[in-house]
């Protein structure tokens, strides 16, 4: 017996990166802060099929918002709402400052 192994290069298709794109829409999302830090209220404002279109989107909405706003928009890449709300919701570290960034 043998223990070759034989690997098989299957070529990638040139759309299915186009395909994923397709099917995962950008949804701009309206964040509220709640009482904590880990309470925000979530609305979603708009959803759109490319990035160029969500993130001149969100700009425009940003750029709406006077000085005492208390909310901000976000644009996230998700399967679908729930996704996005999840991924919105997660609690994430502040990055660590190096000397130079200070």
Same mark, same amino acid.
């Given at each position: 017996?043998?223990?070759?192994?034989?690997?098989?290069?299957?070529?990638?298709?040139?759309?299915?990166?186009?395909?994923?794109?397709?099917?995962?829409?950008?949804?701009?999302?309206?964040?509220?802060?709640?009482?904590?830090?880990?309470?925000?209220? &979530?609305?979603?404002?708009?959803?759109?099929?490319?990035?160029?279109?969500? +993130?001149?989107?969100?700009?425009? &909405?940003?750029?709406?918002?006077?000085?005492?706003?208390?909310?901000?928009?976000?644009?996230?890449?998700?399967?679908?709402?729930?996704?996005?709300?999840?991924?919105?919701?997660?609690? +994430?570290?502040?990055?660590?400052? +190096?000397?130079?960034?200070?």
């Amino acid at each position: 017996m043998s223990n070759q192994h034989t690997l098989a290069i299957l070529p990638f298709p040139e759309n299915s990166l186009n395909a994923i794109e397709n099917t995962m829409p950008y949804y701009i999302y309206k964040i509220t802060p709640g009482p904590t830090n880990l309470l925000k209220t &979530l609305e979603k404002v708009e959803q759109h099929a490319s990035y160029k279109e969500a +993130r001149d989107s969100a700009r425009t &909405l940003r750029s709406a918002l006077g000085g005492d706003a208390n909310h901000t928009f976000k644009v996230i890449f998700a399967a679908s709402e729930l996704e996005a709300e999840e991924l919105l919701m997660e609690k +994430r570290e502040e990055p660590i400052l +190096r000397e130079w960034e200070k």
